[in-house]
């Protein structure tokens, strides 16, 4: 639940949450500001992969999907293909394909 909840409240993927805050080396200061993030939710967010946003044609966010259990890249895909498998008419996905090097993607 707090990979889902993190996309909602951010309003972009957990992978990009976690990649905000860590991209730059030798950036402390943005890495303590994403774990007081996590602390002041009470733990409600995760800043990891595996959270992935549900919108409609034009942007508009309609929902998240978070998936654990597994390894980030992992998760996500399970997020993504999850949706896929749903078939849901006008439902996308954020992001649209997965970082999954693990698993072969069937489409």
Same mark, same amino acid.
């Given at each position: 639940m707090? +990979?889902?909840y993190s996309c909602i409240?951010? +309003?972009?993927?957990?992978?990009?949450?976690?990649?905000?805050y860590t991209a730059e080396p030798n950036q402390a200061a943005k890495f303590c500001q994403m774990t007081a993030m996590v602390d002041i939710s009470q733990? +409600?967010?995760?800043?990891?992969?595996?959270?992935?946003?549900? @919108? @409609?044609a034009d942007g &508009?966010?309609?929902?998240?999907?978070?998936?654990?259990g597994a390894a980030g890249?992992?998760?996500e895909y399970c997020a993504i293909q999850g949706?896929?498998?749903?078939?849901?008419?006008?439902l996308f996905t954020v992001?649209? @394909?997965?970082?999954?090097? @693990?698993?072969?993607?069937? &489409?």
């Open positions: 707090a +990979k889902a409240v951010n +309003k972009y993927p957990s992978r990009a949450f976690r990649d905000r733990g +409600k967010m995760a800043p990891f992969p595996g959270g992935i946003l549900l @919108t @409609t &508009q966010i309609v929902g998240a999907v978070g998936v654990s890249d992992e998760d949706v896929r498998e749903a078939n849901v008419a006008g992001p649209e @394909t997965h970082s999954c090097a @693990t698993v072969k993607d069937p &489409q």
